[in-house]
C-alpha cells in the first residue's frame, strides 16, 4: 500500500511558475513509476507527465512539452513537477499517481493522491 499526498498547488498569473510535491508513504518507492495527471472541469482526466523509478526515463504531454519537468528524489520518497510559463489552460486539479510500469494511462497507475488545484488567472 502506497498513500500520496501532494501539494505545493495554488493561484499564479500567466507565465508564473509553480513547483508540485508528491510525498509517498512506503519504503519501495524506487520500484514504482509516477506520474502526473490533472483534470479541468468538465474534462477528462489527462496524462502531463511519467518519470521511471530510477528518473531516467521521462515522458511529457506535448501540451507540456519544453515547459514542466519532472523529477523525483528517491532519498525523500518524493515526485516533484515543475510548472513554468503557465497558461491559464494549464488551470486543472493535479494528481500524482504511481504504479509498477510507465503509462500514459490513469488506468495504469496503482495509487493517487488526493489532488491540488492549480488555477492560472491572466
Known amino acids: 500500500q502506497v498513500q500520496l499526498v501532494e501539494s505545493g498547488g495554488g493561484l499564479v498569473q500567466t507565465g508564473g511558475s509553480l513547483r508540485l510535491s508528491c510525498a509517498a508513504s512506503?519504503?519501495?518507492?524506487?520500484?514504482?513509476?509516477a506520474g502526473w495527471f490533472r483534470q479541468a472541469p468538465g474534462k477528462e482526466r489527462e496524462f502531463v507527465a511519467y518519470?521511471?523509478?530510477?528518473?531516467?526515463?521521462?515522458s511529457y504531454a506535448d501540451s507540456v512539452k519544453g515547459r514542466f519537468v519532472i523529477s523525483r528524489d528517491n532519498a525523500k520518497n518524493t515526485v516533484y513537477l515543475q510548472m513554468n510559463s503557465l497558461k491559464s489552460e494549464d488551470t486543472a486539479v493535479y494528481y500524482c499517481?504511481?504504479?509498477?510500469?510507465?503509462?500514459?494511462?490513469?488506468?495504469?497507475?496503482?495509487?493517487w493522491g488526493q489532488g491540488t488545484q492549480v488555477t492560472v488567472s491572466s
Open positions: 499517481a504511481v504504479g509498477s510500469r510507465l503509462s500514459t494511462r490513469f488506468l495504469g497507475y496503482d495509487y
Open positions: 512506503g519504503r519501495t518507492f524506487t520500484q514504482y513509476a
Open positions: 518519470i521511471s523509478g530510477s528518473g531516467g526515463v521521462k
